[in-house]
């Protein structure tokens, strides 16, 4: 970057330039005023958004469900929203029904979540499937991820837009522990969350039903996992709630009622929150509205004459109408209407909620998944050359020369570890060795990777939601950190 210059220097520069002319400084003016204008405009639209907030809305959350396949996430999720009005017992009559004729019955509650031909068959959920549902204080939009390792990618782009996360575990004899051990995704899914910024956790205890509500295997959870969480995962005891539910019988979801009452063998040793008393405790996180806005896309598809996209506000606001450019390719679009998770259409929304936007001005093809939608005056930085500071969770080294798969946000990019900066002591950040060959398990370092394709990415200190990256190889994550630097490599282009 170029140092600035005197003030002197600037000065001669100006004099001597022939666009300081009598009508120069009239199109400066113009300039100035225009400049003036669109502050004006934005500051009317930040006291809009402000107030829309403020007027008798919760505040919003995005909680990710997260678990090792078949710990009963689904069921647990399906349950809670037939519990709270949000599928009607016609809806659930039918679920009943149909997952009976499949030779299913005992997945009816997931089938409210799970709706294509292909999850109701294979008994797995594949995508996410955000529902929206409100608390006395809160409104929530879940996003049911997938558990099976072969949908990590999907459950990369729910976690990505979480505040908090609800770690389903099964009691079941076996099922936890396979769930836990090597190759199991409770371990994967607790670091991938963290790493991706969220760090209020939820761990609801499932299938405690068919331990008959057993005191010791509730603690014997507890304290395997909570060791983990904190030691390993990098969460505070503090952020994490733990609860014993049944998400088939409905036990514990709720307060206890007439209808539903809760079973004498729980209470006889537990007397703490339920999961929704647990879900309203969550605190919600500081919005940046003031921030330049950002909206990392999770979703591209046809929508009549214009395009459609689906995202996440980061940062700042969206109104209908705005101009807005889409990075990493600059290509200037506009606004046509947005429409909440909820269905709810929207004049303006702000950082934290989730969108379904129609663009005009772009086609199918020009916008990607992991594009960053940003303000004409301050588009999203992109480049194929970043330095990050990482810590290796996978169980081999990292090493120079490696291939990987650079996630950011919904990005998803193959990338090389062109060269190892150092290693660094976690704790202190003290060097500890220039330049290794390696990164082993465990420890801390800055690389520079060298990405196929440009890439929507900020420096971790500008703007947290865009400067945090993760490294995967095939199915298994190799590391996970932020971003310190973001630069385009013109020869690699």
């Known amino acids: ?46 006291d809009l958004l402000r107030r829309l907030q403020k007027e008798g809305n919760k505040e919003v959350i995005n909680l990710v469900v997260i678990g090792h396949v078949d710990a009963g996430k689904s069921t647990l999720v399906g349950h809670l929203l037939y519990l709270l009005g949000q599928v009607s017992q016609k809806q659930m009559h039918r679920f009943e029904q149909d997952s009976r004729k499949a030779g299913k019955a005992s997945f009816a509650y997931a089938w409210a979540l799970d709706e294509t031909e292909e999850e109701r068959e294979r008994g797995v959920t594949m995508d ?14 879940l996003l049911d991820a997938p558990g099976h390792r072969d949908f990590i990618p999907n459950m990369l782009m729910g976690a ?79 952020d994490i709630q733990f609860v014993p539910v049944s998400g088939l019988t409905g036990d514990n979801l709720l307060p206890s009622s007439k209808q539903h009452p809760t079973p004498q063998v729980l209470t006889e040793w537990y007397s703490g929150a339920t999961l929704l008393d647990c879900l309203d405790k969550l605190r919600p996180p500081e919005r940046l509205f003031d921030r330049p806005m950002r ?21 700042g606001f969206v109104a209908t109408g705005d101009r807005l450019m889409s990075q990493p390719a600059g290509l200037p679009c506009s606004v046509k209407n947005i429409i909440l998770e909820s269905g709810e259409p929207k004049q303006v929304a702000g950082a934290g909620e989730l969108v379904t936007m129609t663009l005009n001005g772009v086609d199918l093809g020009q916008v990607l998944i992991g594009a960053v939608l940003s303000e004409m005056s301050s588009p999203c930085p992109s480049g194929n050359r970043l330095r990050a500071r990482i810590v290796v969770i996978g169980e081999r080294p990292l090493t120079v020369g490696q291939p990987l798969m650079l996630h950011i946000k919904a990005a998803a990019e193959p990338a090389t570890v062109r060269k190892i900066v150092s290693q660094i002591d976690k704790a202190t950040g003290e060097v500890l060795k ?4 390696s990164l082993p398990k465990g420890s801390t370092g800055e690389v520079e990777l060298k990405v196929q394709r440009l890439v929507c990415a900020e420096r971790f200190a500008d703007c947290k939601e865009l400067g945090r990256c993760m490294l995967r190889l095939g199915d298994t994550t190799v590391a996970a950190g932020i971003v310190l630097k973001v630069r385009i490599d013109k020869e690699q282009e």
């Open 160 to 238: 990505s837009s979480a505040d908090a996360a609800l770690l389903v575990l099964s009691a079941v004899n076996g099922e936890f522990e396979s769930g836990f051990e090597a190759g199991g995704q409770t371990r994967e899914h607790a670091l991938l969350v963290r790493s991706l910024g969220v760090s209020q956790l939820i761990v609801a205890v499932n299938k405690l039903d068919t331990a008959q509500w057993a005191r010791a295997r509730y603690d014997e959870l507890r304290e395997r996992i909570s060791a983990f969480l904190i030691r390993q995962a990098g969460f505070r005891e503090q």
């Open 434 to 437: 220039k330049g290794p060959r």
């Open 1 to 46: 970057m170029e140092p600035p210059r005197p003030a002197a220097a600037a000065v001669d520069m100006a004099r001597s330039s022939p666009r300081a002319t009598p009508k120069s400084k009239a199109s400066a003016q113009k300039e100035g005023g225009r400049e003036s204008t669109q502050e004006s405009s934005r500051s009317d639209r930040s």
């Open 295 to 315: 909206i990392a896309i999770s979703d591209v598809y046809k929508a009549g004459s214009g395009l459609g996209v689906s995202g996440r506000v980061e940062t």
């Open 128 to 141: 996410i499937a955000p529902r929206t549902f409100e608390t006395e204080t809160r409104r929530l939009v």
